[in-house]
């Protein structure tokens, strides 16, 4: 949704109730910080992935050391795993969405390719279901539906976040679209460099477009169970990726050179589609 920062985050936090901004906040360095290991500088693959073994460890710390103050790693990891122990102790937070969001974020670093719709699948499910379900804790309604609404959001809006940066991901040697697919529309790796906009690939783009809607269409109840603002804060995420989606479809699939993104009229438009629903 925003190229700028961790995409699968609430993306109207200022709705988020003054309780859990902080909690959020905490969440977010967590993850925005380990993502930025995994994605930005010019550091090897070795020293990116010992990185992250740092945060293995600090989180470990947040388990293992008192709820006053987790054991210190280094200073300026001290900014990011004290905060975030705290956080942990405070709404009794599972440490297992920590660690998938740690594995999907190594597996960028080793991993270029997918085969298919379920092995990318499966990355989403530790990349993206992860923020949906602390989220879902830190409001505390967890369910079999609402975790169920809650993945299917989340991996439509990472899934939404590949079909935009399709160039982005290929100046990284990254594709984020099943092979399998590419090969049944006959979408070959040079029409991605060469951002060929033939009928294969405006095919397979729409397939793509039309699962995320339906993913998004389906978790829709959850932002009617959840009340009050946060409820209001879920619509708005979900009618930002379906807009987000209409705006592929209207750029005719050239995400190449024209990456949609949300401007003020469009967050008019989907506050008003969010009070509607």
Not at 108 to 134: E, F, M, W
Not at 211 to 216: E, I, T
Request: with cysteine; hydrophobic share 45%.
């Amino acid at each position: 949704m925003s190229a700028n920062h961790y995409e699968n985050f609430p993306v109207a936090s200022f709705l988020l109730p003054r309780r859990l901004r902080q909690a959020v906040l905490n969440i977010y360095r967590f993850a925005r910080s380990a993502d930025d290991i995994a994605d930005e500088g010019d550091a090897s693959n070795a020293e990116r992935l010992q990185a992250l073994q740092t945060y293995r460890d600090g989180l470990n710390a947040c388990a293992t050391t008192s709820a006053e103050r987790p054991a210190a790693l280094h200073p300026a990891l001290d900014a990011i795993f004290i905060p975030l122990g705290q956080t942990i102790v405070d709404h009794q937070l599972p440490l297992q969405p920590f660690e998938d969001l740690l594995s999907a974020f190594e597996q960028d670093i080793v991993q270029k390719r997918y085969v298919d719709q379920a092995a990318l699948d499966h990355y989403c499910t530790r990349s993206a279901n992860p923020v949906g379900r602390l989220m879902l804790h830190l409001y505390g309604s967890i369910a079999q539906d609402t975790l169920a609404w809650s993945d299917a959001i989340c991996t439509a809006l990472q899934r939404l976040n590949f079909l935009q940066d399709v160039a982005i991901d290929w100046q990284k040697d990254r594709i984020y679209l099943p092979q399998q697919a590419l090969e049944r529309f006959g979408v070959t790796e040079q029409t991605i460099a060469n951002a060929e906009l033939n009928v294969a690939w405006k095919a397979l783009m729409q397939e793509q477009v039309t699962a995320c809607r339906a993913l998004l269409h389906f978790g829709q109840p959850l932002g009617r169970r959840l009340p009050g603002r946060i409820g209001l804060e879920l619509r708005l995420i979900v009618q930002g990726g379906l807009r987000i989606l209409e705006k592929i479809e209207h750029v005719d699939f050239d995400v190449f050179h024209r990456r949609p993104t949300l401007g003020a009229l469009d967050w008019a438009l989907m506050l008003a589609r969010a009070l509607r629903t």
